[in-house]
């Protein structure tokens, strides 16, 4: 007969609080630098990551035990819809760094990412009307129509308003990703693949700065002290930690030859510092923890939380992957941070939230049970 599964998937929680507190170590280590520069604390992103991160593991366990079908009521439209807003107001109210709007500045020093919020209100958004009957997923009208235009809608705030490719990236394949399982024709993921390849490059080449990323990639050693810097600092930073790695806090890279250490390129730090070993290691934590979640995912009936625990697995796998790349110049550069690793605390909150939910998922797992 079919039993309930009244506790959650310990696993993915295990490999969840192993890939945070190791990176709570290395945002220690890589951002010691950038605190004691101007006679700031050494440890002031740690202390600030560290807030977060018990922030989040608070809120993690609380939406642990909170029914994840809530998410299919008004609510979930009502955060897509205040994400949205805050997405495309943060252009007109913050301040660009680096060329990108993504940062909302609140009293008492405190800012957040507008766009984390987006990505998960996106995967609640898209789960639920992927599991609706109300869209028939074989139609043209209604089960392609709707989400080739909330898809375009969604790239377009992130690309327009605040410049931020990595992102638009990561959210758009975890979103086609939930959109191909969800049962449509075979023709549909394959023109909205397309359109996405084409709007891809087109978006990488209509951009100066976005142009020169993708040519530095091709041979970022072309110009070492210019463009290719960062790119090549990276590669440095991984090639000297050899097999094992210099040791932990031993990294020169992150002395101001190599930027945003402690965020975009902690990957490169941490395998300084750690080696071959330790990042194969770190890859395969990430790897564990999508196996945990594509197995939720595959056990769990109701079709809503299939899709959900799909994306919420995704996402965080995928933007990890996406970090690595970057930080080994297998794709052109782009500013997207490790989940649950780098420094952040709108991110790290907002991924335990949505690691959260996954575990609540997980509670309502049913499974056969012999000799009942």
Known sequence: ???????????????????????????????????????????????????????????MLFMRKIDYRIFKSKITEITFGIALVLNIIV??????????????????????????ILKL????????ILSSKKYKMNEFRRGF????????????????????????ASLGISLFFMYVISGVRIIYPFIIGILGIVSGGYMTMSKGYR??????????????????????????AIGSGGVLGVGLGQSKQKY?????PYSDFIFSIFAEEFGLIG???????????????LRIAILIKDRFGKLLAYGLTVIVFIQA??????????IPATGITMPLFSYGGTSLVINLIGIGILLNISSHIKINTKGE
């Open 1 to 59: 007969m079919l039993k309930k599964i009244k506790k959650s998937d310990y696993w993915l929680l295990l490999f969840t609080i192993i890939i945070c507190l190791l990176g709570l170590i290395m945002v220690y280590s890589a951002s010691w630098p950038d605190g004691i520069k101007d006679g700031n604390d050494g440890g002031l992103y740690f202390k600030n990551q560290l807030r977060a991160f018990i922030l989040g593991i608070i809120a």
């Open 211 to 236: 142009r020169e990323r993708f040519t530095t990639f091709l041979n970022p050693f072309k110009d070492k002290l210019g463009e290719g810097w960062q790119v090549v600092q990276s590669l440095y």
């Open 145 to 168: 129509f709707p989400f080739i235009i909330l898809l375009g809608l969604l790239m377009a705030i992130l690309l327009y308003f605040q410049s931020d490719l990595g992102t638009a």
């Open 91 to 116: 252009r007109f109210i913050s301040e660009p760094v680096n060329g990108a709007y993504r940062w909302i500045e609140l009293p008492l020093g405190l800012s957040f990412m507008p766009s984390d």
């Open 279 to 293: 990042s194969l290691i770190l890859i395969g934590l990430y790897l564990a923890f999508a196996i945990r979640g």
């Open 321 to 330: 992957m996406i970090h690595i790349a970057v930080a080994t110049s297998s």
């Open 121 to 128: 209100s996106s995967i609640l958004l898209f789960a639920k």
């Open 256 to 260: 101001y030859y190599l930027p945003f």
